[in-house]
Nanobody, 124 residues
Framework: QVQLIESGGGLVQAGGSLRLSCAAS????????VGWFRQAPGKERDFVAS????????AYARSLKGRFNISRDNALNTVFLEMNILEPEDTGIYYC?????????????????WGQGTQVTVSS
């Protein structure tokens, strides 16, 4: 089993930045990929970015590449999502998920574990 806890969300003005954290515990040796997804009210959970557990590969949603950066800290078993030049359209609940394969999957259905989410609100 793997447990994931997100943190770092909050209220920020448009143009600002936030850094989200996803702390993993439990059988972390089994993790292949960690992904960030977001979900706006009434909408589906959309892919944001993913990273292999050893950090050697990353993937981004095409529309977000350049503003968002995913990284990980080996010692802390934590994956970060740095979000810059935030827009009101970035508002939503941000979830991190873990999957046992190193596929950098963009599909939420392929993830085995999820955190509880952290709310990001960007005001105009």
């Amino acid at each position: 089993q793997v447990q994931l806890i997100e943190s770092g969300g909050g209220l920020v003005q448009a143009g600002g930045s936030l850094r989200l954290s996803c702390a993993a515990s439990g059988q972390t040796f089994s993790i292949g990929t960690v992904g960030w997804f977001r979900q706006a009210p009434g909408k589906e959970r959309d892919f944001v970015a993913s990273i292999t557990w050893n950090g050697d590969l990353t993937a981004y949603a095409r529309s977000l590449k350049g503003r968002f950066n995913i990284s990980r800290d080996n010692a802390l078993n934590t994956v970060f999502l740095e979000m810059n030049i935030l827009e009101p359209e970035d508002t939503g609940i941000y979830y991190c998920g873990a999957v046992l394969s190193r596929t950098l999957s963009t599909l939420p259905t392929e993830y085995d574990y999820w955190g509880q989410g952290t709310q990001v609100t960007v005001s105009s």
